[in-house]
Structure formats: C-alpha cells, structure tokens
C-alpha cells in the first residue's frame, strides 16, 4: 500500500504565494507519476500538474506561469509552488501518485489540503 500526506494549504491574499508538499510512503516504485489535482465547490476534480520520475512535467493551462511542480525522489516527496494566487485557485488540492505494475497502473491519493484566496 502506498500512504500519501499533503501539507502546506493556508488562507492567503489574492497576488500571495504558497508551497503545497505531499510525501508518500509504502510499496513505491521507482517509476512512477505524482501529482497535484484540484477541486472546486460544485466543480469536479481537475488536473494541476503532475511530474514523472524521471523529471517530465505537465501543467494546466491555468496555472501555466504561476504554479512550479517539482519533487525530491530520494525523499518520495512532490511539491508545488505556487504564485500570484487568484480568488480562482481556491479549491481542495489532492496529491496523487501514479504507479504501474505489469499491465496495470494503480491511483493512490491524499487526504486533500484546503487552500483559500481571498480577493
């Protein structure tokens, strides 16, 4: 089993900044995908961005140029910095990490952080 734990969502002002972490412990390969995910009030769950291990990042259009991902493989750790925060970005993020084993991939997913931007 694979255990993930995101930390770092806070209350902050409109043009602010935030890190997120998650890190991930248990029965993890060494090939694998981690990433953030967001969900909005009423909105359903959205891609932020995510990044394999060996480096290749992927990113929402909306966060493109404001929102950085990166992670620390000896640590199992994935983070997300983010910048110039918008009312908009205001949403639960998930941390999920993707890992496949012969023909199948398997989900793994946090508990979710809250991260607020006031206008």
Same mark, same amino acid.
């Given at each position: 089993q694979v255990q993930l734990?995101?930390?770092g969502g806070d209350l902050v002002q409109a !043009?602010? $900044?935030l890190r997120l972490s998650c890190a991930a412990s248990g029965n993890i390969f060494r090939i694998n995908t981690m990433g953030w995910y967001r969900q909005a009030p009423?909105?359903?769950?959205e891609l932020v961005a995510d990044i394999?291990? !060996?480096g $290749?990042?992927?990113?929402?259009d909306s966060?493109?140029?404001?929102?950085?991902?990166s992670r620390d493989n000896a640590k199992n750790t994935v983070y997300?910095?983010?910048?110039t925060l918008k009312p908009e970005d205001t949403a639960v993020y998930?941390?999920?990490l993707r890992q496949r084993f012969l023909a199948s991939s398997y989900d793994y997913w946090g508990q979710g952080t809250q991260v607020t931007v006031s206008s």
């Open positions: 734990v995101e930390s !043009g602010g $900044s009423g909105k359903q769950r394999t291990s !060996g $290749s990042t992927n990113y929402a966060v493109k140029d404001r929102f950085t991902i997300l910095q983010m910048k998930y941390c999920r």
